[in-house]
């Protein structure tokens, strides 16, 4: 199952990730996984959030380009060796990780990986028939939180 | 002492002989040619006729230089109207070489010229440099662009009629600059100016000492430069440097040239015909008044021009200079009344940095440029908002986005451009608009 994953376009500048971040706050929007990637000039904000659709639309009223991309959030055992499994799988199917990002949840026991892929639906069923538990919705990430 | 300028006094080249043509003399020769080119485009001249027409002008009602006021003005836009060939005055087998500068929308302009043009354009070329003091045995290292550009043929042909010895390096490569400047002796510099501050720096950078080396003089033009400039260059490097003017339209550079006194440009009146307008009225100024530079060529055969307006902004100098020429002279140009940007020598109108984006994301943008002058050399920053349709998600499509349109600037003006993505929103817009352009340099 994909998740939808929101991208925002941030310039590299001291102050650029409080904004988003400030106008989640106050529309009281939990983030539920979140990354940042850049470069020497730019930034891209990503996020995972529970009602994508309300939030995406609140960030581009505010000005924001945001893209919503398909990620696939899997849960790996919090042990050494769990993300290694998962990229061999995807690897020998010739599936291209475009970017990921991971957290662990220490109370669980378990970590949490995003993945970005070239070719999603074929990636869920190879790590589904290898019985990895991809997450199938938002809820469960918010749940695991709490 | 290796330095030595020729005495202000002392003999001129023979070469500026038509530079000290008694006044009546000169007037009566700009009277002849005037008549014949304002025939020449009449008859010859869709445009110029049709121009005529509509203000029941007929060449003969041009009987002095008194009625030039009458004719229509010519702009920049009609030659890309008319592009490519449209205001040629000469069958293509009499035309023997085709200049271009390019336009706002990826249309160039396009010049030409009879042998007869090359024939007066080398003529004031050599004029120019005999002004300034060079003569046979000089070394001019010419690093004006060769090609499409007038400024390195022009140039090129104007040391050979001279007699002294050209070096036909064209522009860049300024550690080749300087190895050639020391190991061929060279005397006689012609580049932008902001170009030779480049070099003065790299020589410096090098351990180069401009000051013990032949060189004397700079032929510095094809932008607008202070006296600021002047006083730097001179400085700093030993030589001293002239202002040459010109543009492609009316022939190329040597329209006109300063002297020894370095007391702004010369026209050479007795193949150009200059006034100074009102910007807005279009009605002659008063010498020395600052307003808008027209020429009219005299006897240009492939290509006449009647009254085309420069844009450039200066004022007519009447008083006699001290040389003794009766050629009339500008005070220095230091700006334009339009938007063109004037960039390391080369034209560039904002409409083209739109151009360029416009190939990249297939809707304009906002962006802003920004210019700065580093070493010596413009830079040209152009910051654009991303937009929905070129955010891709990950850094490596944002930098692909960012390459191509470097890429793309590139390919459109001929010269890089340090592209910024920024956020939407950020680029100040005033009544709706951005301001396009911060020219953040100083001259």
């Known amino acids: ?146 | 002492m290796r330095k030595s300028q020729r005495p202000l006094n002392g003999r001129f080249h023979p070469a500026s002989a038509p530079d000290f043509l008694p006044h009546d003399q000169l007037r009566a020769l700009q009277w002849q040619r005037l008549a014949e080119t304002v025939r020449r485009a009449y008859s010859r001249v869709a445009l110029f006729r049709k121009r005529m027409d509509e203000r029941g002008l007929t060449p003969d009602d041009i009987q002095s230089l008194d009625d030039v006021p009458r004719l229509p003005f010519t702009v920049k836009t009609d030659l890309r109207d008319t592009y490519p060939f449209g205001l040629f005055a000469s069958p293509m087998k009499d035309i023997v070489r085709l200049h271009a500068s390019t336009g706002t929308t990826g249309k160039p302009i396009v010049v030409a010229y009879t042998p007869s043009d090359l024939q007066v354009w080398a003529n004031v070329m050599m004029r120019s440099f005999a002004a300034c003091g060079l003569h046979e045995g000089d070394i001019i290292q010419n690093a004006y662009g060769y090609g499409l550009f007038t400024g390195g043929l022009g140039a090129h042909y104007g040391v050979e009629a001279l007699g002294a010895t050209v070096i036909p390096i064209s522009g860049g490569n300024t550690q080749r600059q300087l190895a050639v400047m020391v190991d061929f002796g060279t005397t006689a510099i012609c580049c932008t100016p902001s170009y030779f501050l480049h070099i003065i720096d790299q020589a410096q950078e090098s351990g180069v000492k401009l000051k013990d080396l032949p060189l004397r003089v700079g032929v510095f033009g094809a932008e607008p430069w202070t006296d600021a400039m002047r006083r730097r260059i001179e400085a700093d490097s030993g030589i001293k440097a002239y202002d040459i003017y010109g543009l492609s339209e009316i022939i190329g550079p040597g329209v006109g040239m300063e002297c020894q006194c370095q007391a702004g440009p010369h026209i050479f009146e007795d193949w150009f015909y200059p006034e100074v307008v009102d910007l807005a009225t279009g009605k002659p100024c008063a010498d020395g008044v600052e307003g808008e530079l027209v020429l009219t060529t005299l006897g240009k055969q492939a290509m006449p021009m009647i009254r085309y307006r420069t844009r450039d902004i200066t004022a007519l100098v009447t008083e006699p200079c001290e040389c003794g020429r009766s050629l009339r002279r500008i005070k220095r140009i230091a700006r334009r009344s339009d938007d063109m940007m004037i960039i390391r020598g080369v034209n560039v109108y904002p409409s083209q940095i739109e151009t360029a984006l416009l190939k990249v994301e297939g809707a304009l943008p906002h962006y802003q440029i920004i210019l700065t002058r580093d070493k010596g050399l413009d830079e040209m920053e152009v910051d654009v908002e991303v937009t929905p349709e070129v955010f891709g998600d990950t850094v490596g499509a944002l930098e692909e986005v960012q390459q191509k349109i470097n890429a793309s600037i590139e390919r459109v003006i001929g010269l890089r451009a340090k592209v910024r993505l920024v956020q939407p929103q950020t680029i100040q817009r005033s009544e709706g608009k951005a301001k396009r352009v911060i020219d953040q340099r100083k001259m």
């Open chain 1, 1 to 146: 199952m994909k998740l939808k994953q929101l991208s925002l376009f941030l310039e590299n500048k001291p102050g650029a990730l409080s904004r988003p971040i400030g106008l989640l706050a106050t529309a009281k929007v939990n983030i539920q996984a979140l990354s940042v990637a850049e470069s020497n000039q730019f930034g891209i904000l990503r996020l995972i959030v529970h009602d994508w659709e309300a939030v995406r639309d609140l960030l581009e009223k505010e000005g924001f380009i945001v893209k919503v991309t398909d990620v696939v959030a899997i849960e790996v055992a919090d042990q050494p060796g769990g993300l290694a499994d998962i990229l061999d799988t995807v690897d020998k199917a010739h599936i291209n990780v475009e970017f990921m990002y991971a957290f662990t949840q220490t109370h669980m026991n378990r970590g949490v990986l995003v993945f970005r892929f070239n070719n999603p639906d074929e990636a869920i069923r190879l790590l589904r028939r290898k019985g990895v538990n991809v997450v199938a919705s938002v809820d469960w990430l918010k749940q695991s939180h709490s």
